[in-house]
């Protein structure tokens, strides 16, 4: 069997809900910790893979800062939640009946979150890593969140691309958890 032949055999708007739940997760977490879009979006042809870009902040890090090291560990949170968020996805519904197993959605986010993994120096990074991806699922699995989350991949899904006023229609700029 090759590699992607399980993914192959998942319908395309299957594959793009998926992937709409996984920038959703991003969205979201980054929501919570006042980490708001720019926009995001399922990239052409088909939606199997998307990016969510954040405002950018207005400084570095600098270790010296316990606000930038918390600021970090914020950063591989919102990085989790894409695979956090597109599992909730494969977890049911029609999601669940097409779930491929092992998927590799997340490479592209592991590979963003060694920068703030280096700057942080976690004595066990796998452990580090593991607890701000509970971080995020716990956020996820909010019933708001849950809510907004579908109502964000479902925007995504139609349009291919959502931004920040969109989220603001559904979710807010209230006070975030």
Same mark, same amino acid.
């Given at each position: 069997m090759r590699p992607h032949a399980a993914l192959d055999a998942i319908p395309v708007p299957i594959r793009r809900a998926a992937c709409a739940f996984h920038e959703a997760g991003h969205i979201l977490v980054g929501w919570h910790h006042?980490? /708001?879009?720019? !926009?995001?979006?399922? %990239?052409?042809?088909?939606? =199997?893979?998307?990016?969510?870009? =954040?405002?950018? /902040? !207005?400084?570095? =890090?600098?270790?010296?800062?316990? #606000? #930038?090291? &918390? %600021?970090a560990e914020v950063e591989v949170t919102i990085l989790s939640a894409g695979y956090c968020g597109e599992m909730i996805y494969w977890n049911e519904g029609e999601g669940l009946k097409?779930?491929?197993?092992?998927?590799?959605? !997340? +490479? $592209? #986010?592991?590979?963003q979150m060694l920068p703030y993994i280096r700057f942080l120096r976690p004595q066990d990074e796998a452990a580090f890593r593991q607890r701000c991806a509970r971080a995020a699922?716990?956020?996820l699995y +909010?019933?708001?969140? @849950? &809510?907004?989350?579908?109502?964000?991949?479902?925007?995504?899904?139609?349009?291919?691309? @959502?931004?920040? #006023? $969109?989220? +603001? +229609?559904? @979710?807010?700029?209230?006070?975030?958890?």
């Amino acid at each position: 069997m090759r590699p992607h032949a399980a993914l192959d055999a998942i319908p395309v708007p299957i594959r793009r809900a998926a992937c709409a739940f996984h920038e959703a997760g991003h969205i979201l977490v980054g929501w919570h910790h006042r980490r /708001y879009i720019t !926009h995001a979006w399922l %990239r052409p042809p088909y939606g =199997f893979s998307g990016e969510t870009c =954040f405002v950018p /902040y !207005h400084r570095g =890090f600098a270790t010296e800062r316990k #606000d #930038d090291l &918390a %600021r970090a560990e914020v950063e591989v949170t919102i990085l989790s939640a894409g695979y956090c968020g597109e599992m909730i996805y494969w977890n049911e519904g029609e999601g669940l009946k097409w779930y491929p197993g092992e998927i590799n959605s !997340h +490479d $592209d #986010d592991l590979q963003q979150m060694l920068p703030y993994i280096r700057f942080l120096r976690p004595q066990d990074e796998a452990a580090f890593r593991q607890r701000c991806a509970r971080a995020a699922t716990a956020i996820l699995y +909010d019933s708001r969140m @849950i &809510a907004a989350q579908k109502a964000i991949a479902g925007v995504l899904c139609e349009r291919r691309r @959502i931004e920040p #006023d $969109d989220v +603001d +229609d559904i @979710i807010g700029r209230g006070s975030a958890g």
